[in-house]
């Protein structure tokens, strides 16, 4: 990069992820531009059909206390402090039943509108020194040294920080950054279930499932006291809906508990879109294109699916981490990318399979007497062997473990466990012959 450009840096992307990172430069002394392709989204509002609350956990409070967001975050926020699971029934309604997150029932993840929370990044990013926002600026690409701004050559830049999203438009302009877009069969529309009177319809305090085997819907609450529904069904079942009575007739049969808190589920349901539910796979997420750094993160780099509830919070933590690259590289750009992209690729691939494997869990398990079962051993695992055992949702949302040693962790914690379970097994059976042979010679004796 020439020195003209050796201090230019540049954000795409206001979102979340946009939006902490250009703070966290901009406390740092560096004079950074942010590129959105929306309007002021605090002004225009947020896109319809397409938040899926966010569930930040400690991971995401930990990238706000950077930033002095934290307090007013968990202030705008309401806690989850389990799962309330609703069975599957036919035509009645079925009782729910909770199930904490939480050996001791007191860890909670946290429901925060994405939107509310990008307005609040917004202001803390517009505040910061060096730091300034453009909006109604679509950046299609980096050429030459310099972006594209609708295809036009726009401003110079020396560094230039993807945050775009799944789809990258910068990723897509530049040959060498090598991605895989994994889809699932499942989209996902949203849904909204109202305030009952001056109260919530459904108890607040819990993220609520509804699992049907292929397909399942998720409610989280709003501080407003009405619930943001999200249902993932594949495509096709989405598409066979094409009336408002197929639909109320549908959610009688599936959803009877919902069906009548939803005065306008019709009309919610044929306005908003269909979303899709996308793994992008990508490496590498740093190169020089022509004199410019490119650096892909958050869902440019890597868009998991959401059922862990951790896209956000993995996206602040790669803020976090170039931060920290930063600061150890003396500020060398080139140097300090690299080491992220080193630390960060083992964690992000780790985290997108688990996200993966919790949509089975999500929508085929948690109704099991096996798995609550199993979560009860390990809740009471937990409480007798504080800090030398942690079930994997614990130490991915209650935690900052980094996500690629979670999995190592849990195989070691399986192994002593097996080999303590087999040393117990081995006593007793010792035990028993040897309470066996007394008895055989005390015959003899007799």
């Not at 699971?85 to 029932?105: E, I, K, L, M, T």
């Not at 009548?260 to 044929?270: N, Q, T």
């Not at 780790?350 to 009860?376: G, K």
């Amino acid at each position: 990069m020439t020195d003209e450009t050796a201090e230019r840096v540049a954000i795409v992307g206001a979102g979340l992820a946009g939006c902490l990172l250009a703070t966290l430069l901009g406390r740092r002394g560096i004079e950074v531009t942010v590129y959105e392709r929306r309007p002021d989204p605090r002004a225009a509002g947020p896109e319809r059909g397409r938040s899926i609350n966010l569930a930040v956990s400690a991971r995401g409070l930990a990238a706000l206390e950077q930033v002095g967001l934290r307090k007013q975050a968990l202030e705008r926020a309401l806690p989850m402090h389990g799962r309330m699971v609703h069975p599957p029934s036919r035509g009645q309604h079925a009782a729910p039943n909770f199930q904490s997150y939480s050996a001791d029932g007191g860890r909670a993840i946290n429901s925060i509108s994405r939107a509310e929370l990008n307005h609040a990044l917004l202001d803390a990013a517009e505040s910061t020194p060096g730091v300034r926002l453009r909006f109604s600026q679509r950046v299609t690409g980096v050429e030459g040294g310099r972006l594209l701004v609708d295809g036009l050559p726009g401003d110079p830049a020396g560094v230039v920080l993807a945050c775009d999203g799944a789809y990258s438009a910068v990723r897509g302009s530049l040959d060498g950054f090598g991605r895989d877009h994994d889809f699932l069969e499942h989209g996902y529309k949203e849904l909204t279930i109202p305030p009952r009177g001056d109260g919530f319809a459904l108890d607040p305090d819990a993220l609520h499932i509804w699992p049907r085997g292929t397909a399942m819907m998720i409610a989280l609450p709003n501080l407003d006291r009405s619930f943001t529904c999200t249902l993932f069904w594949p495509k096709g079942d989405f598409a066979a809906l094409d009336t408002p009575e197929r639909v109320l007739a549908h959610f009688k049969e599936h959803y009877p508990d919902t069906a009548g808190l939803m005065p306008d589920l019709a009309g919610d349901f044929a306005r908003n879109p269909v979303g899709s539910l996308v793994t992008v796979r990508c490496r590498p997420w740093v190169r020089d294109a022509g004199g410019t750094l490119v650096a892909l993160l958050g869902d440019a780099a890597h868009a998991i699916v959401p059922f862990f509830g951790q896209g956000a919070n993995c996206a602040f933590e790669d803020c976090i981490e170039i931060d920290r690259c930063l600061e150890e590289t003396g500020g060398r750009w080139d140097r300090a990318l690299a080491l992220y992209q080193e630390r960060r690729k083992p964690n992000t691939d780790a985290i997108a399979e688990m996200a993966l494997d919790n949509f089975v869990e999500m929508r085929d398990r948690v109704s099991s007497p096996v798995f609550r079962l199993t979560r009860a051993a390990q809740h009471a695992l937990e409480r007798r062997l504080a800090g030398r055992y942690a079930s994997r949702y614990e130490l991915v949302s209650f935690t900052t473990v980094p996500y690629a040693q979670i999995p190592a962790r849990l195989r070691r914690q399986n192994l002593v466990l097996g080999a303590a379970a087999g040393a117990v097994a081995g006593l007793t059976l010792a035990a028993a012959l040897s309470v066996r042979a007394l008895s055989r010679r005390s015959r003899r004796s007799r």
